[in-house]
């Protein structure tokens, strides 16, 4: 009887002195550098990982890059609950990140170009790139130029600034999603008539795009509609939300929907509720929050346009850390898509995490 041949010897992995020989640096450096921790210098580092990457080393190996990657992140002091919402986003993402991608995040306010532009001049560390959302001014344009010609990345979010040679847009198409606002408005609305538009920031291109939207999609497919030649302007603001829904309802009775590109939907609300005009007015609005579950589940408000914040904070840091070469496939080069939200799939649990 003929004897089994013998079982292939498992091939033994590379051991630390050989790696270090291979290397021309000791075993002490070889363990700092494949277990990340202690300083060495990067071209000790690169000829460390050539080694063991030459050996097959089975393991996942550390970047060659030496140093840290210093990223701004700049937001507006806004309390929406959308804000609340992108913020909540960016601390999971963050954790997720390598340690050696240092995020710095700043809170301004929002219409505080002197603060806004000083902060993107000037840094205490040798940034690589930011993200911002900020509203479009010439100020603010100007100071993103300066950081671009200074070699630093910049990726815009949630809302668009044109004219910079910026790296990335990482939001939703706000033109679409104000078409799709216009094409609701239209195909829920009991009879052709008068729809109110109302634009949370006009120093804010999202919300220039989802008006411009809504107007052309309502001119182009629902022609005996008509809508206020000049949105009105309401900063977020309850108040202003209220006021403007109040007068459209007391000077004329044709009003058929309302197309809110902001916050303050508790003013929308307040009025369509005073004047019974719940479930008789569309109401279209912007992000799935808990007061618009509530809403939309009340059959005040109709649809929820949801731009889903966590995917922007991924697509910002995806498209910053691939311009500062810190990651190396091409992230998606499409923008973000929206959610459409109704009474038929608005979900149970809370939007905004306590």
Known sequence: MTAAPPAPRRKRSARFSEIAELAGVSTATVDRVLNE???????ARKRVVAAARQLGVPRLLPDTRHGLVHIDVLLPDTDTPFFDRLKQALRRALQMLDRRVVVHWSILPAADDDLITARIDRAAYRRAGLIITARDSERVRDALSR????????????????????????????YRAGRT???????????PGRVLLLAGRMDYGAHLDRIAGCREELAQSFADFTCNDRPGETLDLDDRCYKAVVKALQ?????????????????????LRKFDAVGRVVWVGHEMLDIHRVYITAGAMDIAIDQDPDRQVISALQHLLHACGVVKQQPPQDPVEFGIFCSANVRNTPYLQP
């Open 37 to 43: 921790r202690g300083s060495v210098s990067g071209d």
């Open 147 to 174: 950081a671009i010609e200074r070699g630093e990345a910049v990726v815009t979010m949630t809302t668009d600034i044109g004219g910079i040679a910026r790296a990335h847009y990482a939001g939703i198409d706000n």
């Open 181 to 191: 606002a216009g094409y609701y408005l239209g195909r829920l609305a009991r009879r």
């Open 251 to 271: 000077t004329r009775d044709d009003l058929v929907g309302i197309y809110n590109s902001g916050g303050g939907s508790t003013g929308v609300e307040s009025a």
